[in-house]
């Protein structure tokens, strides 16, 4: 089992493959978990609670979600 309260790479990846398919992202491919800093892992760990959270998401919830993980590539 994943412990999200660690900080490290691997969890930054699960996050970001784990918002990228429930989001079901057309440009999954180009966001990509090496593209994240472990330095943003509180930010990264909000969104995947919020993606996580939720089942459904309106077109304008994934548009925002998706400029806010835009926002964390380094």
Known sequence: MINLEEKNEQNVEFMIETIKTK????????????HFDVAQYED?????????????????????LVSELGKLRK
């Open 23 to 34: 989001l079901r992202m057309a440009t999954a491919a180009a966001m990509q978990a090496s």
């Open 44 to 64: 990264i760990k909000d969104l995947y609670e919020v993606v996580a959270s939720k089942d459904k998401f309106s077109i304008s919830e994934v548009e925002a």
